[in-house]
């Protein structure tokens, strides 16, 4: 077995590091795995279906799991190796990440964590915002408060799609957190380093609320009041 991993490992080595034709795929915050195998499967010529089975034999996880990246992918690779290849890379990123902030990986604890970051991607205007977000996500959890965020229901391949009120009603995903309390079992997206650490480090604040202003950043605040407030000024 051990080998078997060696020659995969060196493999995947000779792969990124051999003097051959390279595609530049990019993958950025907050997308989903759905539209990055999208994306994949058209610029490098490859099986969407085949992409699609790879990714639910390989990841440990159904979303969340691929590190924000422009990646070097070698011509002529297949959907078995890419993924196997993504993932090994987007892994030992995380792995190291994880160890140098708490001194070890564990697995199920950090992917809680990019299930908020990926609330955080989806919800936050700018990287400034992600703190804050994130504290307003944690201190309604701790209310027993629904976090009715939108930004949930953008997963798979609605990750570009408006969120009406009609979408709300009708979607009954683990993902709609207007219907079900709590976090969804499963992330929203792919995340960036700046959405994990505020994930693992929210800003301490008694924000339980917050409203996109017409200047495309967020008004945060304590109170549903001021939040009604800030609604009617939003959409004047």
């Known amino acids: 077995m051990t080998k078997e991993l ?11 590091t051999a003097k051959a034709a390279l595609h530049d795929i990019t993958i ?27 990714f639910e034999k390989q990841s440990p996880v159904k979303e969340g799991v691929f590190v924000p990246n422009t990646y070097k992918i070698p011509v002529g690779i ?9 993932l090994k890379i987007s892994l030992k990123k995380m792995k190291a990440i ?3 902030i708490f001194g070890s990986y564990n697995e199920k604890k950090w992917f809680r964590y990019i299930v908020i970051a990926s609330i955080i991607q989806k919800e936050s205007a700018n990287n400034k915002e992600m703190p804050l977000v994130s504290s307003v996500i944690y201190n309604r959890l701790k209310n027993g408060m629904k976090l009715q965020m939108d930004g949930t229901l ?25 219907i ?11 995340v960036s380093q700046e959405a994990v650490m505020a994930a693992i480090f929210p800003a301490k604040t008694n924000y339980l609320y917050f409203m996109k202003s017409k200047n495309g950043t967020h008004d945060f605040t ?15």
């Open 154 to 178: 953008n997963y798979g391949k609605y990750s570009h799609t408006k969120v009406t009120s009609k979408r709300i009603k009708q979607d009954k995903s683990i993902y709609n957190t207007y």
């Open 28 to 54: 950025i915050p907050g997308e989903t795995t759905y539209v990055f195998l999208d994306q994949l499967a058209k610029n490098l010529g490859l099986d969407r279906v085949k992409l699609q089975e790879e």
């Open 78 to 86: 297949s959907e078995k190796e890419l993924i196997s290849l993504l």
């Open 180 to 190: 079900y309390s709590g976090l969804p079992t499963v992330a929203i997206c792919n």
């Open 222 to 236: 304590c109170n549903y009041s001021t939040h009604l407030r800030n609604i009617k000024h939003a959409t004047k």
């Open 98 to 100: 994880s160890i140098k």
């Open 6 to 16: 060696n020659t995969k490992a060196d493999f995947l080595y000779k792969l990124t």
